[in-house]
Nanobody, 113 residues
Framework: VQLQASGGGVVQAGGSLRLSCVAS????????MGWYRQAPGKQRELVAE??????ITYADSVKGRFTITRDNAKTVYLNMNSLKPADTAFYYC?????????WGQGTQVTVSS
């Protein structure tokens, strides 16, 4: 399974970006698919994720600003509005299956003040 993330870049505070993630390869019964991020010197953290039964989970810090959407079981997007410098990080796409967790290569998001 490979996860290809794209859409990162440099944006001013208050701006918007849209990240895309496309999964290729075969995997069965993904339990979750979504986005994590890691800022320099910090641990990787959940940003937004689709879970079983259609449940969507967001980090408190992005609620009301970020929206996760998907076209199908293998493509997800992260629409990021009202970006803040604190959102600066590498953003990683993730898929969790009953067997293992898969990670994409990450895409850099930099928000300037």
């Amino acid at each position: 399974v490979q996860l290809q993330a794209s859409g990162g870049g440099v944006v001013q505070a208050g701006g918007s970006l849209r990240l895309s993630c496309v999964a290729s390869g075969s995997f069965f019964s993904a339990r979750a698919m979504g986005w994590y991020r890691q800022a320099p010197g910090k641990q990787r953290e959940l940003v937004a994720e689709y879970r079983g039964g259609g449940e969507i989970t967001y980090a408190d810090s992005v609620k009301g600003r970020f929206t996760i959407t998907r076209d199908n079981a293998k493509t997800v997007y992260l629409n990021m509005n009202s970006l803040k410098p604190a959102d600066t990080a590498f953003y990683y796409c993730n898929v969790k299956t009953p067997v293992r967790s898969y990670w994409g290569q990450g895409t850099q998001v930099t928000v300037s003040s």
